[in-house]
């Protein structure tokens, strides 16, 4: 099967460690893993950039930073300096971006959070290019909109990257974050016209969802037109790897090599 177009996030195989993560994805043919922060706790941060090049894997992204959002302008500048860390991190792995699940909180008005947000990558930016890894700003579903991301549609990514018009500022797009939209196609065409869709994420939505979080299908599992998407962000010129990310109770209890497996039979057959 051809799996060059394929990454997998490390979080997909949770139970794994990045060494594992690597070793086994690049056996499988797969051509990339984005790395989350927690296979990197666990080690040094030169040792897993040994573990990256080593495998020949591709990185398509850091995940994640941001969570700008805070009624406490401490909090705030902390999770500003915390940025330009993982920025910092990005660039020694040779990811191409940090992807950015930008906060919110109970009780803060959208319109205030969303303007924290812009502010909070504003100030990081500079810091960015100079490391040149991008930011990807990750639209979350509506479920998440209370404590997790004021960025809910491609739409209001779009306000951010038009309101700070900057090379290294970008949208990622998740699919089970925007599947429902009905402006998606619209905004996957302004994001090819202005340069700022750096990335595709894929897995599915359960019909009947156990958890809002750790309930994740796998791509065929659930309702969302995959292929149709991806048709659409390959119409506004994307070239990049397209990510499996999943999270699922399920799936990690699940044997993780008969996963794999699994996994990169749905990207040939769903993807």
């Not at 056996?27 to 090049?53: F, Q």
């Not at 995940?63 to 660039?91: H, L, M, Q, T, Y």
């Not at 018009?165 to 089970?176: F, K, N, R, T």
Request: proline fraction near 4%.
């Amino acid at each position: 099967m051809d799996l060059s177009r394929c990454a997998i996030h490390s979080i997909t195989h949770k139970p794994w460690t990045l060494a594992q993560c690597c070793n086994k994805f690049a056996a499988a043919g797969v051509a990339g893993i984005s790395v989350w922060h927690n296979v990197l706790k666990p080690i040094s941060l030169d040792e897993a950039a040994k573990i990256v090049r080593g495998s020949g894997l591709q990185v398509p992204a850091l995940v994640r930073g941001g969570f700008f959002v805070s009624s406490e302008p401490d909090k705030r500048r902390a999770a500003i300096d915390e940025n330009k860390a993982c920025i910092d991190e990005a660039a020694a792995l040779g990811a191409g971006m940090v992807v950015l699940v930008v906060g919110a909180q109970p009780g803060l008005p959208l319109a205030d959070a969303r303007q924290q947000v812009c502010d909070g990558i504003a100030a990081c930016l500079d810091h960015a290019r100079a490391c040149k890894v991008k930011l990807a700003i990750e639209p979350l579903h509506p479920i998440y909109a209370a404590d997790r991301s004021c960025i809910n549609r491609m739409a209001e990514a779009r306000a951010v990257c038009e309101q700070l018009q900057h090379p290294m500022l970008g949208i990622a797009l998740d699919v089970y974050h925007v599947w429902w939209d009905p402006d998606l196609e619209h905004e996957i065409e302004l994001a090819g016209e202005q340069g700022t869709l750096l990335a595709l994420h894929v897995s599915d939505w359960r019909q009947v969802l156990r958890d809002p979080l750790n309930d994740r299908g796998l791509m065929g599992d659930g309702c969302i037109d995959i292929r149709g998407i991806r048709r659409l962000v390959e119409k506004a010129n994307f070239r990049g790897l397209i990510e499996v990310e999943v999270f699922s109770d399920q799936y990690w209890a699940m044997n993780q090599d008969e996963y794999l497996k699994l996994v990169c039979r749905r990207f040939a057959d769903c993807v």
